[in-house]
């Protein structure tokens, strides 16, 4: 969506609060021996007292409020019983969800309690590269420029990214122009951001997959060549300058 009054812009905060504050309680819940279903049952009554409704379950059907992938999961993890967290894990949460008719999107990867698997280096260097992606986004600017700065930021850190998930326009519904906002130089595509434009900017930083492959449950996706990827995501507003980063909450990535 585009902003065009102070009205809509206080409607994509208050949702963009939302997602920000469920998925900020739901890290802050989480420990070893919970299984994911339940971790998903408390970001569903958050959301609930919010007045927010789960945007994956609205939009397309998904069995869960939240998507929460584990280890060599890359995304849309379905939350289930059988899934018992524990120490080390690697933990990605994506929330989404709509308010009042605006809808936001926010998600990142994190490692449960002690960092045993050394999974903490991917971390860093997704949520370092999505901050130094934002800080370049600005009207005018060439989306494929933007995949390019992350393309190279991964690989200098020793990294490969997801090359067919991307981020996305968002506002008005979950998936919006622009459809694509890839994680790698596409030389295709000319599309600029456009100021004043609502968009989710999500990095994926891998260790050995450049494709995700959806699995039998018609879901969870898994990397082409194994290994973990590490996922964060932020929605934002485009302007002339630095863009208004609407899931932030208190400075915290």
């Known amino acids: 969506m585009s902003i065009t009054k102070e009205s809509e812009l206080e409607g994509m905060k208050k949702v963009s609060e939302a997602v920000a504050l469920t998925l900020k309680e739901m890290r802050n819940y989480v420990k070893p021996g919970m299984t994911t279903k339940e971790l998903d049952d408390y970001g569903a009554k958050i959301l609930d007292n919010l007045g927010a409704k789960p945007a994956p379950s609205l939009t397309y059907g998904f069995p869960g409020t939240t998507c929460i992938s584990v280890n060599n999961e890359v995304a849309h993890g379905i939350p289930s019983h059988k899934t018992v967290l524990q120490s080390g894990d690697l933990i990605n949460i994506d929330v989404s969800a709509e308010l009042n008719g605006y809808w936001a999107d926010n998600g ?23 901050k130094k992606a934002i800080d370049q986004i600005k009207g005018g600017v060439k989306i494929a420029d933007i995949g390019k700065l992350i393309e190279t ?35 295709y595509n000319t599309t600029r951001f456009r100021k004043n434009s609502v968009v989710a900017v999500e990095t994926f930083i891998s260790t050995h997959s450049t494709m995700a492959d959806t699995q039998s449950d018609g879901w969870t996706l898994l990397g082409n060549k194994g290994g973990y990827v590490a996922q964060h995501e932020h929605t934002i507003v485009v302007t002339a300058d630095k863009p208004i980063i609407l899931t932030e909450m208190n400075g915290i990535w």
């Open 108 to 130: 990142g990867s994190f490692v449960l309690d002690e960092d045993i698997y050394q999974h903490q280096e991917l971390v860093q260097a997704s949520k370092r590269i999505l």
């Open 153 to 187: 930021e991964a690989k200098k850190s020793g990294y490969k990214v997801i090359r067919n998930l991307t981020g996305h326009g968002v506002g008005r519904s979950l998936h919006e122009e622009p459809q694509e906002i890839a994680n790698y130089y596409d030389r």
